[in-house]
């Protein structure tokens, strides 16, 4: 009994790693792509940074910096 409990928890834990290194790529691709769009990091605060689309010019757009004040 204990033998198949613990073949049962170990693999639920490999499932479980598995969807989350699925959702890590998924999520890389997505900020790989916006930051070849145009957008950058902004730093807000000392431990808070925020991707954000940005102009040619490399500024926030108007509707994030709205948004940006938000958090300060």
Not at 17 to 37: F, V, W
């Amino acid at each position: 009994m204990a033998f198949s409990l613990s073949n049962t928890l170990s693999y639920e834990k490999s499932i479980e790693k598995e969807k989350s290194l699925e959702s890590l790529k998924k999520a890389k691709a997505i900020e790989n792509k916006r930051l070849k769009d145009g957008w950058r990091y902004i730093k807000i605060k000392h431990s808070l940074q925020v991707l954000v689309p940005c102009d040619k010019d490399g500024k926030p757009k108007e509707d994030m910096l709205k948004r940006l004040n938000s958090f300060l």
